[in-house]
Every structure is written in structure tokens, then in C-alpha cells.
């Protein structure tokens, strides 16, 4: 079992920042990869990026690339991600997610292991 609790959320103006936390806990002596996912009000969860257990390949969709950026240090059993030029459409609660291996993926349902979400609002 993977405990992950997300945190760096809050309330920031259109063009600014945010770096979330997704601090792992449990069998973190197994390699696991990430993934970050968010879900808008009234929307489907939707991927936003994952990276590989030694955080070397990372993965953005199209929405999000050139301007957030997945990391990770694994001494501290934690993932980072850094939002920048924030835009009020990247408002929801987003979520990290687990699983084990040494490659990212990209669905929803590969992940075992989720958090308890973190809000974001951005306001125009």
C-alpha cells in the first residue's frame, strides 16, 4: 500500500504560480511512478502529467505543456508540480496518483493509489 497526500493548493491570479506536493508514504521501497490528474466541476478527471521512477521521462498533456513542470526527490518520497502562467480553465481539485513500476503512464485506471485531491482556483 502507497498512503499520497497532495498539498500547495489555494487561490491565485491568472498568471501566477502554484507548486503542489504529493508526498508518498508506505511501501515507498517499492519503485512507483506518478501521475497528476485534475477534475473540474461538472467534468471527467482528466490526465495532466506523469513521470518515471527515476524521473528522467515525464509526460504533459497538451493543455499544460510549456508551462507546468513534474518533478520529483525520491530521498523525500515526494513529487512536485509546478504551475506557472496559471489560467483560470486550469481551476479544479487535483489529484496524484501511484502506482508501481519504473515507466509513467497516462490512464486514469493504470493508477492504484490516489490522493485525497488538492484544490486550485484560479481567478481571472
Known amino acids: 500500500q502507497v498512503q499520497l497526500v497532495e498539498s500547495g493548493g489555494g487561490l491565485v491570479q491568472a498568471g501566477g504560480s502554484l507548486r503542489l506536493s504529493c508526498a508518498a508514504s508506505?511501501?515507498?521501497?517499492?519503485?512507483?511512478?506518478v501521475g497528476w490528474f485534475r477534475q473540474a466541476p461538472g467534468k471527467e478527471r482528466d490526465f495532466v502529467t506523469a513521470?518515471?521512477?527515476?524521473?528522467?521521462?515525464?509526460y504533459y498533456a497538451d493543455s499544460v505543456k510549456g508551462r507546468f513542470t513534474i518533478s520529483r526527490d525520491n530521498a523525500k518520497n515526494t513529487v512536485y508540480l509546478q504551475m506557472n502562467s496559471l489560467k483560470p480553465e486550469d481551476t479544479a481539485t487535483y489529484y496524484c496518483?501511484?502506482?508501481?513500476?519504473?515507466?509513467?503512464?497516462?490512464?486514469?485506471?493504470?493508477?492504484?493509489?490516489w490522493g485525497q485531491g488538492t484544490q486550485v482556483t484560479v481567478s481571472s
Open positions: 513521470i518515471n521512477w527515476s524521473g528522467g521521462s515525464t
Open positions: 508506505g511501501r515507498t521501497y517499492t519503485t512507483y511512478v
Open positions: 496518483a501511484a502506482r508501481s513500476g519504473t515507466y509513467y503512464y497516462i490512464k486514469e485506471r493504470d493508477y492504484d493509489y
